[in-house]
């Protein structure tokens, strides 16, 4: 007859007690932090943007692991650690911790204030000391621009909550300003009322605030004048880029050349003489 | 009227094709054509009817008056009971204003139009509007555009005709005015478009930087 000796596993279960409640503890807290990011992505999903999600629940999921952890080490009835002592070489190493990171906690403490207060948004055009892109995120420490050249700019958060910024996608209504100058013995009055009816016939033309054309100054090669017409902040890219071609493709109905500076110069033939 | 789309049955499925732009529908879809208050929604979604002379009203007094509406065709895609709005014909140019300040006002859709005492004589691409415009303002007062939330705006039909819901501007004080949209169509016996059925509570819009 064969015997096997089987192991006694509860005997390692009780000698090894504190470590099987400490690894439960952290399976647990883990499997609990997945949960909660879950449900919270899910019931937030429809009321607060994305990337505000997806930090909450980078919070979440940290501090309930936070938890686990401490919870484990007071499973481990390690001798002589009490839960006293944990708190106090805890706290100090918060300090310690504070004090190297200043900079990434300045940025972190900035990135909350960035999404309380949202001056932007993911998909933005922001403009930050030159830096002009498309925001397309916004993280517990550095918000990532693309620039419209295509290349990925991260900007630390402090940097971005300290300083002035441009946010060009939060306007409803945005104002293009394009000078020209035409020559002096052309209709001012021609020019004018054509150029209005061009830009009105464009639908991302505003009709009201209605658009303006005037004279801004007399110049050495003939009148500067300026067209302004308004646009909705979603369209403002539709009138920038084609405004300059509406005067130009105006001005060359109405046949009026482009105004080049001239000098005229005339010899005094009495002087050779 | 050549809409310039086309439907083209495939295996299992629809396209759907205007111009450039192909969309797949599933077979279990139909694709409807139905009339619709159109507002390019990533612009605004608030329509504005700015009238051709402003009305002009005493205190405490009550005027009725219809306006014409442009009606574009909204190309759907439905189950039976849900309608899915997948493009939109346009009949009509459209041109934006803004009402209000650069930093609090709205963006609408500018529609210019007379104002009649009786309704008009409408084509198919029309609808006919029933304003009430009440003045509580304690003075003289004109109005010279109501704005609205397009998107709690139902339309009705009636023998072919086309009528949109009735609109109530009340004038509480000078400068601030209140367009509620009634639930109401124009004139009794209509059907109801049921693309345009309200689906939200909503449909009050509070004119606080004048009429």
């Not at chain 1, 509860?10 to 949960?35: C, D, F, H």
């Not at chain 1, 990532?144 to 909550?161: A, C, T």
């Not at chain 2, 009649?116 to 084509?123: A, G, K, M, R, Y």
């Amino acid at each position: 007859m064969i015997s096997f000796a089987l192991p006694d596993i509860w005997n390692y279960v009780i000698q090894y007690q504190g470590v099987v409640e400490a690894v439960i503890a952290i399976v647990l807290s883990v499997i609990i932090a997945k949960y909660l990011t879950v449900l919270t992505r899910r019931r937030l999903h429809e009321k607060v943007p994305s990337h505000i999600i997806s930090n909450i629940n980078k919070l979440i999921y940290y501090i309930i692991i936070l938890i686990g952890i401490a919870v484990a080490i007071r499973l481990l009835n390690i001798p002589g650690v009490t839960l006293t002592e944990l708190l106090v070489a805890g706290g100090f190493t918060a300090i310690v911790i504070g004090l190297a990171a200043q900079q990434t906690l300045s940025n972190f403490f900035a990135g909350i204030l960035l999404m309380t207060e949202r001056p932007f948004k993911i998909g933005d055009y922001i403009n930050y000391n030159n830096n002009v892109g498309m925001v397309i995120d916004i993280g517990l420490l550095s918000t990532k621009v693309q620039s419209w050249e295509g290349y990925y700019i991260r900007i630390p958060n402090s940097q971005l909550f300290n300083s002035p910024l441009i946010n060009y996608s939060n306007s409803l209504v945005r104002l293009v300003r394009v000078q020209f100058v035409i020559p002096y013995e052309y209709d001012l009055n021609k020019v004018t009322e054509a150029l209005i009816k061009e830009l009105e016939a464009q639908w991302y033309v505003l009709v009201e605030p209605t658009p303006r054309v005037f004279i801004t100054q007399f110049v050495e090669n003939g009148i500067l004048m300026e067209a302004r017409a308004w646009t909705t902040g979603k369209t403002w890219f539709d009138l920038f880029s084609n405004m300059p071609r509406i005067i130009e493709e105006t001005l060359k109905k109405l046949g009026i050349p482009y105004s080049y500076p001239k000098r005229i110069i005339t010899e005094d033939k009495t002087l050779n003489k | 009227m050549e809409l310039g789309y086309s439907i083209i049955k495939e295996r299992d499925h629809f396209v759907y094709q205007k111009g450039e732009k192909k969309i797949k529908i599933p077979s279990n879809l139909t694709i409807k054509e139905f009339p619709i208050l159109s507002i390019n929604e990533a612009v605004t979604e608030y329509f504005g009817i700015v009238f051709e002379q402003p009305i002009y009203i005493g205190e405490d007094h009550e005027v009725k008056i219809y306006v014409k509406l442009p009606l574009d065709i909204g190309i759907y895609v439905s189950d039976g009971s849900n309608y899915k709005l997948i493009d939109v014909i346009e009949i009509y140019a459209k041109k934006y204003a803004l009402y209000g300040t650069i930093g609090e006002g709205v963006i609408y859709r500018y529609w210019k139009t007379n104002a009649f005492l009786e309704q008009p004589i409408v084509s198919g691409n029309e609808a006919i509007t029933l304003i009430e415009i009440i003045n509580k303002a304690g003075s003289i007062g004109s109005v010279s555009r109501i704005i609205f939330d397009a998107k709690f705006f139902s339309l009705y039909t009636k023998e072919g005709k086309f009528y949109g819901e009735r609109i109530r501007v009340t004038r509480l004080q000078r400068g601030l005015a209140l367009v509620r949209l009634m639930n109401k169509p124009t004139i009794e016996g209509t059907e109801i478009i049921p693309t345009t059925v309200s689906k939200g509570i909503g449909g009050q819009f509070e004119m606080r930087f004048g009429t």
